[in-house]
C-alpha cells in the first residue's frame, strides 16, 4: 500500500512529507477552512428537525406576544426566550435573531392569508344569493379568521415593523381588500368605480372596527356582537342596493 498510497498523497498540492525517509512516510495537509460567507448568504432558517417543531411554534407563539406588547424596537430575543420559558441559547438554536423571527411569521400569515382569501372566493355571490346570505357566507370565514390569529394581527398593524417585512404582507391584505371591493361591485354593477371603493372600504372598516370585541368575546355574547355586525353590514349595504 506504501507506494500507492504515497503517490496518491503526494500528488495532492498543499501536501508535505514529514519523518524520516525510513519507508514509513506520513503526510501533513494544512486545516481546510470554509470560505467565508456574508450573513445574507446563509440559510434564512437554520436546518429543522421535526423533533423541534415544538419548539419553534413555542418560540413563535412567544415572538408573537412579545411584539404585540413591545412593538418591533423594544422586543428582544431574551424576552422572546423568557416568555417561551426556554434560554436564550435554545432560541438561536432555530433563529439567528429577532428578523428571523419576524420573517417566518410573516411567511407563516401571509400563508394563512392566502387561505382565508381561497374561502372568500366561495362565498355566495350577493346577485344571485341574496346580500344577507352573501354577507353571512363572506362574515364567517373572516370571523374565525380573526380568531385563530389575533397575534399576527396585533403584530403586522404596528407602525414601527420594518417596512421590508410589514411589505411582504401587504399584497395579500390589497387581495382581501380587492375581493370586498368584487362583492360590492356585483351588488352595484352600475355604481361608478371610485363610489365601488369608498363602499368596500366602508364596509371593510365596519368589520375592522368589531373584529377586536368580537375576539375579547365568548359564548352567547360573541354570536350576539357578530349578529350585530351582520344586520348593520346587510343594512349599509342594502340602502345603497335600493338607490341603485
Do not use: C
Not at 507506494?3 to 498540492?13: E, I
Not at 426566550?81 to 429577532?98: E, H, T, V, W
Amino acid at each position: 500500500m506504501g507506494a500507492a498510497h504515497n503517490a496518491a498523497v503526494a500528488g495532492h498540492p498543499a501536501a508535505t512529507r514529514a519523518g524520516p525517509d525510513d519507508g514509513l512516510v506520513s503526510w501533513e495537509y494544512p486545516e481546510e477552512k470554509e470560505p467565508s460567507r456574508s450573513v445574507n448568504e446563509y440559510p434564512t432558517q437554520p436546518r429543522r428537525q421535526a423533533r423541534g417543531q415544538r419548539r419553534i411554534e413555542q418560540i413563535l407563539t412567544a415572538a408573537m406576544a412579545v411584539f404585540a406588547e413591545s412593538g418591533y424596537d423594544g422586543a428582544t430575543t431574551n424576552a422572546i426566550a423568557a416568555r417561551a420559558g426556554i434560554s436564550p441559547g435554545s432560541l438561536y438554536q432555530f433563529f439567528r435573531n429577532k428578523d428571523d423571527i419576524v420573517r417566518e411569521l410573516a411567511q407563516r400569515y401571509g400563508q394563512r392569508l392566502a387561505e382565508l382569501r381561497r374561502h372568500l372566493g366561495s362565498a355566495a355571490d350577493p346577485a344571485v344569493a341574496g346580500l344577507e346570505a352573501a354577507v353571512d357566507s363572506a362574515l364567517r370565514p373572516i370571523v374565525q379568521f380573526n380568531l385563530e390569529n389575533p397575534g399576527f394581527k396585533a403584530l403586522f398593524a404596528r407602525t414601527d415593523m420594518p417596512p421590508g417585512l410589514a411589505a411582504a404582507i401587504e399584497p395579500m391584505h390589497a387581495a382581501v381588500r380587492e375581493w370586498v371591493a368584487e362583492q360590492v361591485a356585483r351588488l352595484l354593477p352600475d355604481a361608478p368605480a371610485d363610489q365601488v371603493a369608498r363602499i368596500a372600504t366602508v364596509a371593510t372598516q365596519l368589520v375592522r372596527g368589531m373584529v377586536p370585541l368580537i375576539t375579547s368575546a365568548e359564548g352567547a355574547e360573541r354570536d350576539a356582537l357578530i349578529a350585530e355586525l351582520r344586520t348593520s353590514l346587510v343594512g349599509y349595504l342594502s340602502r345603497h342596493a335600493a338607490r341603485a
